[in-house]
């Protein structure tokens, strides 16, 4: 019995020795523009390098990531490009060089070098100047930059026309994720179905394309700049659409919105994978009789909505007419016309998906 006990005794201070020597192959490491950062590389293994943003760019000499086994190649490399992430490996002992890494506009150097005791992984965080990381190596939520009115239309353009440009066109999302999970929801005879979200992580922003189905017997009506999607307890409220607000009974309609960043201002780092659950304000009351949507989405044209063909404006003003052009009841014909939410809502009241259908009983 004693016997046992020496041994357990003894082997105890030797695991907790291997936990430490294991823990100190994960290195969490500042990134900064004015000191190389130190990389030590194995020949029998590779060290994978993880950072804050997407690479941009890479430059060195002696990386290959076929390296002859007697050529002047010093590190072998592997990169998938749209990824945060690369490995290295030495190709043999004693060889060091430089790594030249290119992340949102920024230049930052690597001093790679072959060593008895390589790194497994080397995380960087972001400098004081970003946001750096807490004690524990944990970055804290990004600030979302700004992204402008005409690139999120430019965004929502390009993935209206994914169903053509994924076969002609298909570097246009070569760095965008794809999903299509054909989901399907909703309450009380309207129907919501998630047919297709695309990512573009330089924006942090998803674009979503809805059809609601409507079962009733009514025309629905819906608030077209009230589109948000929830992921368990968070809502993220639409920054662009395009959408008709109108289901008329019987038929189905395509909507478009775009989610950018979160509510508090920073990235939402949202996966197309996600569980989305799609909320929508539906508008109380009778609309517009004359306002009627079109049975199926077409490509809006890049102009200002005009006025019904076939009707004149009854003061005969034949002039301001071709300039501000009106029908027979002075009021402009309806269009969908790609909007801005300039204040959007609080994510904390957005109703639930049940909520869609409430004028239809």
């Not at 016997?3 to 020597?21: E, H, K, R, S, V």
């Not at 490996?89 to 150097?109: D, F, I, M, P, S």
């Not at 992204?147 to 999120?152: E, T």
Request: negative net charge.
């Amino acid at each position: 019995m004693r016997l046992i006990f020496a041994i357990i005794a003894g082997a105890i201070p030797l695991l907790a020795f291997g936990d430490d020597t294991l823990s100190s192959k994960v290195v969490r490491l500042t990134l900064s523009q004015d000191q190389p950062a130190e990389i030590r590389l194995g020949t029998h293994g590779i060290t994978t390098i993880e950072f804050p943003e997407k690479i941009e760019a890479l430059d060195g000499f002696g990386f290959s990531t076929s390296p002859a086994p007697d050529g002047p190649d010093l590190f072998q490399i592997s990169f998938n490009k749209g990824t945060n992430f690369l490995s290295l490996k030495a190709v043999r002992t004693g060889v060091e060089g430089n790594l030249t890494v290119v992340l949102g506009g920024k230049v930052y150097a690597l001093y790679c070098k072959e060593a008895t005791d390589p790194c497994f992984v080397v995380i960087f965080r972001e400098s004081e100047g970003g946001h750096s990381g807490d004690a524990g190596g944990r970055t804290p939520q990004q600030t979302a930059k700004q992204v402008s009115p005409a690139r999120l239309l430019g965004f929502l353009d390009k993935v209206k026309a994914f169903p053509t440009l994924k076969v002609s066109a298909p570097e246009v999302y070569q760095n965008m994720d794809v999903a299509e999970p054909n989901a399907n929801s909703g309450a009380n005879g309207i129907e919501v179905n998630l047919k297709r979200v695309i990512r573009d992580d330089a924006l942090d922003s998803l674009r979503f394309e809805i059809q609601l189905a409507n079962k009733t017997d009514k025309d629905f009506f819906y608030d077209p700049e009230g589109f948000g999607v929830r992921v368990g307890n968070d809502v993220y409220q639409q920054s662009v659409s395009d959408a008709g607000g109108l289901v008329p009974s019987g038929k189905a309609q395509t909507a478009f919105f775009i989610v950018t960043g979160s509510a508090d201002g920073g990235r939402n780092d949202l996966a197309v994978t996600n569980k989305f659950e799609v909320v929508l304000r539906a508008v109380q009351g009778e609309a517009d009789p004359k306002k009627r949507a079109a049975d199926e989405w077409q490509e809006p044209p890049g102009t200002l909505p005009t006025a019904e063909s076939g009707t004149s404006d009854s003061s005969g003003d034949k002039g301001n007419g071709a300039n501000h052009p009106k029908s027979s009841s002075g009021k402009r014909t309806p269009h969908r016309v790609r909007k801005e939410s300039k204040n959007p809502p609080e994510p904390t009241p957005s109703p639930a998906a049940n909520q869609v259908a409430q004028h239809a009983e």
